[in-house]
């Protein structure tokens, strides 16, 4: 069993919204900065979101800005990403990804890939008319 589990995906229609959710089964998510990645057919893994462990702060990637956002529920251990104004170019597998935070860095935003250490295996979001 995979630390975090992804739920939510599905095919949409250009402009359409989808809201994707992390969970986690084995440790307790609010501990742990999160961040969305997906990975298009033919392509590299990419950042998309991530959001701090105190949920303070977030960062997005420049290609969703304004269009996606992340937020945590720490009372119910996940991690949420809302899609909305979704295009084609968004399909991919997207995977929600954690790293614990220790100490006063309760805001810190990881914003490179090999920070995060728990992955979970994905979902497909396939956007198309």
């Known amino acids: 069993q995979t630390p975090l589990v992804e739920s939510g995906g599905g095919l949409v229609q250009p402009g359409g919204s989808l809201r994707l959710s992390c969970a986690a089964s084995e440790f307790t998510l609010r501990y742990y900065a999160t961040g969305w990645f997906r990975q298009a057919p033919g392509k590299g893994r990419e950042g998309v979101s991530y959001?701090?462990?105190?949920?303070?702060?977030?960062a997005y990637a420049e290609s969703v800005e304004g269009r996606f956002t992340i937020s945590r529920d720490n009372a119910k251990n996940t991690v949420t990403l809302h899609m909305n104004s979704l295009k084609p170019e968004d399909t991919a597998v997207y995977y929600c990804?954690?790293?614990?935070?220790?100490?006063?860095?309760?805001?810190?935003?990881?914003?490179?890939?090999?920070?995060?250490?728990?992955w979970g295996q994905g979902t497909q979001v396939t956007v198309s008319s």
């Open positions: 990804a954690a790293v614990k935070i220790e100490g006063d860095y309760a805001d810190y935003v990881p914003e490179v890939m090999n920070e995060y250490d728990q």
């Open positions: 959001i701090s462990k105190s949920g303070r702060r977030t």
